[in-house]
């Protein structure tokens, strides 16, 4: 069964403090896994796409890379504009844009 | 380019009732998929559609099902409405197959 964990659930930062999240995902044939952020009260907002082990985005203080289980995404000395709860999704192979959701971890950066 | 448009964006319904919600993909974009988000559960599929045609169904009941129209705005419809229905329903669309959404705000559904 094709599935996502994402931990930690909840990780709380000083600014300027960088740290990691992670998101293991077993899947049958890996189409792409990918990033969202979801602020309070609205829709999940896209970030990144990573579709084969090896591969590495960036954007502003955010880096996401990928492994063959799983993927990391690293935030580089934090701002409180960064809180926001980080999505991770698989989407598996095959004529289809289903995504399957991690449970997300919720990050609170203070300053 | 206007986003994803929901809605309505709060209901309140009781339990046995039905729902229709409705969503405005991007200009262009022709696949739209729907989600419930809840606490317990997270994000979880509900259905895909591509040219009025449903490509792909999640895990639940009869009761939910939706539709696509010729200009790709779609409805959900949730009929005989339980308590575990109380979520948050996001509908988002996208280039056809790719897994880069765009969601809405989502519309927040009560059910008492």
């Known amino acids: 069964e094709d599935q996502v964990t994402q931990s930690p659930e909840a990780l709380r930062l000083q600014e300027g403090e960088s740290s990691s999240l992670n998101c293991s995902y077993t899947?049958?044939?890996?189409?792409?896994l990918f990033w969202y952020r979801q602020d309070p009260g609205k829709g999940p907002e896209f970030l990144f796409t990573?579709?084969?082990a090896g591969e590495e985005k960036e954007k502003e203080r955010l880096k996401a890379t990928l492994t063959k289980k799983e993927s990391f995404l690293h935030i580089t000395a934090p701002k409180p504009e960064d809180s926001a709860t980080y999505l991770c999704?698989?989407?598996?192979?095959?004529?289809?844009?289903?995504?399957?959701f991690g449970q997300g971890t919720t990050l609170q950066v203070k300053p | 380019k206007a986003g994803v448009t929901q809605t309505p964006r709060y209901l309140i319904k009781t339990r046995g009732q039905q729902v229709t919600l409705s969503c405005s993909p991007i200009?262009?974009?022709?696949?739209v998929s729907w989600y419930q988000q809840t606490p317990g559960q997270g994000l979880q599929f509900l259905f895909e559609?591509?040219?009025?045609?449903?490509?792909n169904k999640g895990n639940f009941p009869g009761r939910f099902s939706g539709r696509q129209f010729s200009n790709s705005r779609s409805e959900m419809n949730v009929s005989t409405l339980e308590l575990g229905d109380s979520a948050l329903y996001l509908c988002?669309?996208?280039?056809?197959?790719?897994?880069?959404?765009?969601f809405g705000e989502g519309s927040r559904l009560t059910v008492l």
């Open positions: 988002a669309s996208s280039v056809e197959y790719t897994g880069e959404l765009f």
């Open positions: 899947v049958s044939g890996l189409r792409g």
């Open positions: 990573l579709y084969s």
């Open positions: 999704a698989v989407q598996a192979a095959g004529n289809t844009g289903k995504l399957i």
């Open positions: 200009s262009g974009h022709r696949s």
């Open positions: 559609y591509f040219s009025e045609t449903q490509r």
